[in-house]
T-cell receptor, first 115, second 113 residues
Framework: DGGITQSPKYLFRKEGQNVTLSCEQNLNHDAMYWYRQDPGQGLRLIYYSQIVNDFQKGDIAEGYSVSREKKESFPLTVTSAQKNPTAFYLC??????????????FGPGTRLTVT | DQQVKQNSPSLSVQEGRISILNCDYTNSMFDYFLWYKKYPAEGPTFLISISSIKDKNEDGRFTVFLNKSAKHLSLHIVPSQPGDSAVYFCAASADGANSKLTFGKGITLSVRP
């Protein structure tokens, strides 16, 4: 049963702590993405990776870091430098190269709350 | 600078009637457009897409229309059902070396029984 898994569903952290969100896919997709969603906002791109050991900053990369050591995995670390880390985080993947097919498949998301 | 705009934040329609969700874009390089549906606390699911070489794509109750000259697309749902109540995101991508999607802010559709 192919898909994208994100864990945990809900995550709570104290301010000043780094936290890593997990994203795994078994779709054999080359490209993976991290978005955050805030109330009343669309999905904003944090980081993306088109191939193993390579990744690029998205529109709001400050305060975040990623790694892509395996094709299946694209973890996101929310560092203490991120000023407003509380949000709903979504991981996605797609077949690359994209051509005219930009379809991305999304995981169920992780709700991070930092207090 | 919002390149994909969904100017109406919400829409309410009666069950059985047509729902029309609108989306405008500013980047003329966009050539592939998608609609995603999202329930609260879940990831978006793909609904329907259209390439810029077409002006219409249909899939069951869902039809997407693209007007390139106006940089406008719309999603028609007919007949609308209560289960269609969700947030609908319009997204766009430009052909090239990557498939970054640019999303609008979403429209909350409520279908009244």
């Amino acid at each position: 049963d192919g898909g994208i898994t994100q864990s945990p569903k809900y995550l709570f952290r104290k301010e000043g702590q780094n936290v890593t969100l997990s994203c795994e896919q078994n779709l054999n997709h080359d490209a993976m993405y991290w978005y955050r969603q805030d109330p009343g906002q669309g999905l904003r791109l944090i980081y993306y990776s088109q191939i193993v050991n390579d990744f690029q900053k998205g529109d709001i990369a400050e305060g975040y870091s990623v790694s892509r050591e395996k094709k299946e995995s694209f973890p996101l670390t929310v560092t203490s430098a991120q000023k407003n880390p509380t949000a709903f985080y979504l991981c996605a993947s797609s077949i690359a190269p994209p051509g005219t097919s930009g379809r991305q498949y999304f995981g169920p998301g992780t709700r991070l709350t930092v207090t | 600078d919002q390149q994909v705009k969904q100017n109406s934040p919400s829409l309410s329609v009666q069950e059985g009637r047509i729902s029309i969700l609108n989306c405008d874009y500013t980047n003329s390089m966009f050539d592939y457009f998608l609609w995603y549906k999202k329930y609260p606390a879940e990831g978006p699911t793909f609904l329907i897409s259209i390439s810029s070489i077409k002006d219409k794509n249909e899939d069951g109750r869902f039809t997407v229309f693209l007007n390139k000259s106006a940089k406008h697309l719309s999603l028609h749902i007919v007949p609308s059902q209560p289960g269609d109540s969700a947030v609908y995101f319009c997204a766009a991508s430009a052909d090239g070396a990557n498939s970054k999607l640019t999303f609008g802010k979403g429209i909350t559709l409520s279908v009244r029984p």
